[in-house]
């Protein structure tokens, strides 16, 4: 069923696909990513470790049911959004009012998920191979279209891992538990500009990295136990209002040159028209 509601002709002002600029990123060693003219053939998959691969550009995990059953068009609310990893962690909405919209032409004549910031939410309650946790590379390629009020995007378990924005503070927060994690003063870039954003865990620290620069803090342990992942909205805060266009996690800390890898992948992918 179309989710012909206000919010979306609002979306569609907002983010109007000849607006955005080239997709912003770093590498790990803190240098710039420029989008390449050339389609990287590496698939997140080709490294050990992948625990969940939420892909926009594949419309075959796109569904309008709450199972595999009903394929999604352009235009359609999305009840299921397959994962492209082994673990089956596959996101559903049983409510239809409060599914996220395909959305056509977002960037580079790609599609994204809208999240309306009011509603919009979306639930893994396998959430398989999450637990125990001794390191993490998380990589969210998205935007946000607020200026104020705190917001979660991702979150598994209870902040067992947890990435928020909290504009009105100029922050961020990604981290372990909610006793542990990195945050920093730069929030999540510009208003209506796609990022993309890394979040590591080694066992030893904690890294945010955005925009040439990362933010350190000292951790150790391990994830706690889970029995959800949460997209689009996090505990104690409100919905994200934007739009989410790929997020990949892995179970260990990359390696410089695999991060390096992964992230000339998504900038080549996701670059603006």
Known sequence: MKKFL???????????PQSFPEIQGSNIQGASIQASSETSSFSPDEFSGLIA????????????S???TDPAELGDTIGFFKDKSSNANHFTQATASNRPVYTDSVINDKP???FDGIADSMVDSSASGVDGLSGFTLYIVANR?????????????????RVISVPGNGNYTCGVTTSA???????FGTIDLFYVRKCTYDGANIRWYFQGTNDTDPQTGTTASASDIDLGIASGFARWHGYVLEIILYNRALTDAEQNTVESYLSAKWRAA
């Open 145 to 161: 279209a607020f200026s104020s009020s705190n917001r979660g995007l991702y979150e598994i378990g209870s902040a067992s891992i």
């Open 66 to 68: 709450t199972d595999d």
């Open 6 to 16: 206000s919010f979306l002709l609002t979306a569609s002002l907002l983010f109007s």
């Open 53 to 64: 691969w939420y892909d926009l550009n594949d419309p075959s995990t796109l569904f309008e």
């Open 181 to 187: 994690f990195v945050s920093g003063a730069r929030s």
């Open 112 to 114: 994204g998920l809208f």
